[in-house]
């Protein structure tokens, strides 16, 4: 990892402004870069005033690909559909190329069936051999109470696979679509936006360093496992930092 940065910010709304300048400063640094920014977007709740705010943002929308970092297993007009709270929140209101919008399918009979497609998918949108792993520019991650994020769920199968690039979740018997562990880890930027007294306890062990870290089995708290080859910013707010200035951690 060439760089580790946590932010402890007073609120969610300071998370979501502070998410807001870094996500679209790394999608225009992308596209003057690459002339493209592929981005993996996050599930769950803190992430949607995020997604609205970036509808407000002047971006080459042709120049931007989004893909998710996991999705529920259901049909994207459901209440819990990652890629409908997405679409509904921004999408639907930029003119975003809808070639350029990869959601996950989540119609097919058999979950595995649609993570091998979605495999499948990113291996062909990056023009990639089989076995090689793409470098995504930004993945937006979330942290669930237990440590669990995309959907890679404590002590479940998830996170033993290395030659995939997306999996099968399981929440306690609910299948969910997971990128998996080696793809996040490749990416070039990971942000995760933690906010809320009830993250503390896994905060601390996904953030325990020297005799404590070592202690820590990453099965317990998956998020740990999350240690990109670039960038990884974690913005915390107050109630999930619990005191604990983990802000103290960052090298200067
Ligand atoms: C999902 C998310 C999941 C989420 C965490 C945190 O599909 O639910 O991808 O990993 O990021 O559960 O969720 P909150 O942001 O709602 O706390």
């Not at 979501?16 to 003057?32: G, M, P, T, Y």
């Not at 933690?194 to 998956?222: R, S």
Request: charged share 15%; glycine share 8%.
């Amino acid at each position: 990892m060439s760089y580790r940065r946590i932010e402890v910010l007073p609120d969610k709304a300071a998370i979501v402004a502070r998410s807001l300048e870094l996500v679209s400063d790394r999608i225009q640094q992308a596209i003057a870069t690459n002339g493209r920014c592929t981005l993996a977007l996050a599930g769950g709740s803190t992430p949607k005033p995020l997604y609205e705010a970036l509808s407000q943002c002047e971006v080459d929308w042709a120049k931007l690909h989004v893909f998710w970092g996991d999705e529920r297993y259901v049909p994207v007009d459901h209440p819990d559909s990652n890629e409908g709270m997405a679409r509904q929140a921004w999408l639907n209101h930029v003119a975003i190329p809808a070639e350029n919008i990869h959601p996950m399918p989540t119609t097919m009979a058999d979950p595995a069936i649609a993570a091998q497609a979605y495999h499948q998918d990113i291996q062909t949108f990056f023009q990639i051999e089989p076995g090689m792993v793409p470098t995504l520019d930004i993945v937006l991650l979330g942290m669930g109470d237990d440590g669990h994020t995309a959907s890679l769920f404590p002590h479940t199968p998830a996170l033993s696979v290395g030659d995939r690039l997306v999996t099968v979740g399981d929440k306690n018997g609910e299948p969910r679509l997971t990128l998996t562990i080696p793809l996040l880890n490749q990416a070039h930027c990971v942000l995760f936006l933690v906010a809320g007294a009830n993250k503390q306890d896994a905060l601390q062990q996904v953030l325990a360093t020297g005799a404590a870290g070592e202690q820590v089995d990453p099965n317990n708290v998956p998020a740990r496992y999350i240690q990109p080859q670039g960038e990884l910013w974690w913005l915390l707010d107050q109630a999930a930092d619990g005191g604990n200035n983990y802000h103290q951690l960052n090298k200067n």
